[in-house]
């Protein structure tokens, strides 16, 4: 059995745009909306989802970037929701996060050397003495060199930067790391580098991710379990292998037969979804794929399925099941 490090339960996360004259909330931005997740010790759980379908705030929000609206995150075992904000950030050194921008996320006027210290000085992890020789050894984990310790993060490529910001990251010995969209912001050569990079570290550490991506092609080879989500809420959960051979919701369905194949004979026609993702201001009513939903029935316009369990270890959100 599986020991779970984080329990998410009932996440939401609402943005109000715009209040009346007594300042109640008239326009309300459901980014996150009642999202359940579990996380085990050591395993790699993928999120997937388009552009705006909530996946990096669920993501922030584990990192104590934003605070929830409503929900718990337990975290081995302690609600981080209900501590006040001191104690709260005790946790936050063992929830990292590796940005999607890794020249936006690094300060340009450090070297990077002084980039991967700051974290340990900052929170006392290392007699000053001893931070160098954990600085390089960090270098050394991410593929970069001891010499390279001086250089500053415009002089590096987009692939070196993210090494940077994964060595950064490692820093203070997380336990859990957001990784989101790791790899979108690189050339596709590079990808598969990092990637593997990143699937070796959690090897080498024991690390436990929660990788974030818009497509289901990136997270196959690294994670061991896929939640699939759409406009805020989570659609479908499986572990990888089942969700990738047997995926009950349509929009999985869709999302899986966009990833290019390289034999002619496993080609599988592709889902082409109409329209846009609805925006999270106006959810649909019911479902909120129904409004592209090729399998849509009447019911689906009335009701909001509930994610339920239909096989092993596999959840959907759907009237088919
Ligand atoms: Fe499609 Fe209906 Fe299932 Fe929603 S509930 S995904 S609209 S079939």
Redesign the pocket.
């Known amino acids: 059995m599986s020991e779970v490090l984080m329990d998410v339960q009932n996440l939401a996360k609402h943005f109000v745009i715009d209040t009346d004259f007594l300042g109640r909330p008239v326009t309300v931005l459901k980014a996150v909306d009642n999202v359940s997740l579990s996380i085990n010790k050591g395993e790699a759980f993928g999120l997937v989802g388009e552009s705006g379908c909530g996946k990096t705030t669920l993501g922030k929000i584990l990192v104590n970037l934003y605070k929830p609206t409503t929900g718990k995150i337990i975290f081995e075992g302690k609600d981080l929701t209900a501590l006040d904000e001191e104690r709260r950030r005790s946790y936050c050194k063992d929830i990292q996060m590796i940005f999607q921008d890794p020249y936006a996320s690094l300060n340009p006027k450090m070297s990077i050397g002084d980039i991967i210290a700051e974290p340990i000085i900052i929170n006392r992890l290392l007699p000053k003495s001893q931070v160098e020789e954990r600085v390089i050894f960090l270098l050394n984990c991410v593929g970069l060199a001891r010499h390279q310790r001086n250089r500053y993060p415009h002089e590096f490529s987009g692939g070196q930067r993210q090494r940077v910001g994964i060595a950064r990251a490692l820093a203070v010995e997380p336990k859990l790391i957001v990784c989101d969209e790791p790899v979108s912001a690189l050339d596709v050569s590079i990808q598969a580098q990092v990637l593997n990079l990143l699937g070796d570290l959690k090897e080498e550490f024991g690390l436990t991710y929660l990788f974030i991506a818009h497509g289901l092609n990136v997270i196959k080879h690294i994670s061991d379990r896929v939640g699939v989500m759409y406009l805020g809420k989570l659609?479908e959960i499986a572990p990888k292998r089942e969700l990738y051979a047997n995926p009950l919701?349509?929009?999985t369905q869709a999302l899986l037969s966009a990833i290019p194949v390289i034999n002619p004979e496993n080609k599988k026609e592709r889902i082409i979804l109409e329209g846009d993702v609805p925006s999270p201001i106006n959810t649909p009513k019911?479902?909120?794929?129904?409004s592209r939903?090729?399998?849509?029935?009447d019911?689906?316009?009335l009701n909001e399925?509930a994610i339920k369990e239909v096989f092993p270890d596999h959840f959907v959100?759907?009237?088919?099941f």
Do not use: D, I, N, T
């Not at 959100?317 to 088919?320: D, S, T």
């Open positions: 659609v919701h349509p929009y019911g479902c909120r794929f129904s939903c090729f399998k849509e029935m019911q689906c316009k399925p959100a759907c009237h088919l």
